[in-house]
């Protein structure tokens, strides 16, 4: 955590114990319409949002969440409808007073005390639980997660079906599911602090909170891509996410120019941006008459030119150009489709793509001015996102060839191909960090996606490992999928990538 933001949390929680905050109650903070203490004679706790890193620093007492009645304070807001609950909970302080103080994130019937509630929670030893009261006043029931101290908390209804994920940040969700929990249509979600103790308030710090709408048909690769975008930047050594612009359409695969200034992405019109990284403005930039451009657009690595995929249906699909990066008359390259960008030499002579010939989808080389295209990989099965690494020794690929979808590398001539992950997750589009020795892809939930497809609006993991091989860290839950990191992303330095997330709601 950023010194910055750790002197400010520290000044809010003082506000707080001060009960400078309290005139705040049933007042909106950040995307939540109100704030109060749930149950009778609660000691009074408050809630604050610090804009800037997006975090809720929430201070709550009472006897338990537990039994047949509850009391806590609440930061809350009412939906109809399926969600999608996400934060990165923590105590403020490890040694707090109770051992079952809790965080985490609570849906209600009603704000009443012994009101019917699912909540998925922390508690202060550590213990992660989901824990629901199926009616007005009935006894509080439990289901145990596998693991303990968990940060990452996610909450999903489904109709009368609430799912928890939760995970120690950089692992793996861990799962649990009620059904036939009926708190009705409309309800109340938010997030909470209970201390355990009547007599004393503890306090929690939420941070990369996010409710999701989600996707109400079935997301498949040709699904019209209509929910909003929230434009983010993450710190890979921290995992701190900033959300710098959020739109109510779909944006699509950031690229980051080499001199840090500005990013390009494009829209689901097909239109691409330059988005500038200090006014946070977009610009859109200039392709001439080729407008129906897709996701997968590349940076040369001088960052003086960009290479499109654009799709023109009388030549079979998706066809690669080269442009200047400031805007211009686009060049064609590959003279049939599909054709679909996803690399550009370090020396800048050569494109590499995946591209359906006969029926196969595999990976090919073709020179930077167009010309023959050289077939790099023969396997039977869909090859797919070659990128080169910085000293140009190697592509990495995604390929279905083991049976899902997973990271290989293999010499810029074809030879010498080998897999780097290998687990049960799909992954796909590896994106090599620019000293090198890193890369960023994403992964799909084995049961959530067939291995051939890379849809939105998904349940997904950013992962980070090394180019050799290593054991995957998570950097960022996700709900996203196709668009959200199909191109190359690393700051110039490293420190940061940027990816796209989906969303309903208006991120503040």
């Known amino acids: 955590m950023r010194k910055t933001n ?13 009960g400078l905050f309290a005139m705040a109650q049933q007042q909106s903070i950040g995307i939540f319409d109100g704030q109060l203490d749930v149950g009778a004679n609660t000691k009074p706790g408050s809630g604050a949002y610090l804009s800037q890193s997006r975090q809720y620093i929430i201070s709550g007492a009472g006897y338990n969440i537990w039994f047949d009645h509850d009391e806590f304070h609440y930061v809350y807001k009412k939906i109809k409808g399926d969600f999608i609950l996400y934060t990165r909970a923590e105590f403020v302080g490890w040694n707090g007073v109770e051992d079952h103080r809790k965080v985490g994130w609570m849906v209600r019937k009603s704000l009443d005390g012994n009101s019917a509630q699912v909540n998925a929670v922390e508690h202060g030893d550590g213990l992660t639980s989901l824990q629901f009261r199926r009616t007005t006043g009935a006894t509080t029931e439990e289901i145990r997660s596998k693991i303990t101290h968990a940060n990452i908390i996610q909450l999903e209804r489904k109709g009368n079906t609430y799912t928890m994920r939760v995970a120690k940040y950089g692992e793996p969700f861990v799962t649990e599911q009620v059904t036939n929990l009926d708190l009705g249509d409309e309800v109340y979600v938010g997030l909470f602090v209970g201390s355990h103790n009547p007599d004393v308030a503890e306090t929690g710090v939420f941070r990369d909170v996010n409710i999701t ?23 890979v050594a921290t995992g701190n996410r900033e959300v710098i612009y959020s739109v109510p359409y779909s944006i699509q695969a950031p690229n980051w ?50 290479g499109l995929s654009s799709n023109v249906k009388e030549l079979g699909g998706s066809i690669v ?14 003279p049939k489709g599909p054709s679909y960008l996803h690399g550009w030499s370090p020396d800048g002579k050569s494109l590499v793509f995946c591209g359906e010939r ?24 869909l090859d797919d996102g070659p990128e080169y690494t910085p000293d140009g020794k190697y592509i990495y690929f995604n390929s279905v060839r083991s049976g899902l979808m997973q990271i290989w590398r293999m010499k810029p001539d074809g030879s010498g191909q080998e897999q780097v992950t290998t687990d049960d997750f799909n992954n796909w589009f590896a994106h090599i960090s620019p000293d090198g020795k890193w890369m960023v892809f994403i992964s799909f939930l084995k049961d959530e996606v ?31 999928g196709q668009g959200s990191i199909n191109t190359p992303s690393w700051s110039p330095d490293g420190k940061h990538i940027a990816f796209i997330s989906n969303t309903n709601e208006t991120v503040k």
């Open 6 to 18: 750790l002197r400010k949390i520290i000044i809010t929680i003082f506000l707080l114990s001060a």
């Open 213 to 235: 709408v989600p996707f109400a048909g079935i997301a498949d690769q040709r699904t019209q891509m209509t929910l909003g975008s929230n434009l983010e930047l993450m710190e």
């Open 257 to 306: 120019l080499p001199d840090n200034k500005s990013l390009i992405f494009n829209d689901s019109k097909g239109l691409l941006y330059n988005f500038d990284l200090a006014s946070r403005t977009p610009v859109l930039l200039n392709t001439g008459n080729i407008k129906n451009n897709n996701n997968d657009h590349v940076l040369s690595f001088d960052g003086k030119m960009i």
């Open 321 to 334: 150009y080269t442009v200047p990066v400031t805007g211009g008359t686009p060049k064609q390259i590959t």
């Open 358 to 381: 006969d029926g196969e989808f595999d990976v090919y080389k073709v020179p930077v001015n167009g010309g023959k295209e050289i077939r790099l990989t023969t396997t039977k099965g």
């Open 450 to 480: 067939e291995p051939g497809i890379h849809p939105p609006y998904k349940h997904i993991y950013i992962r980070l490992m090394p180019v050799a091989g290593g054991k995957p860290k998570v950097l960022a839950y996700v709900y996203g």
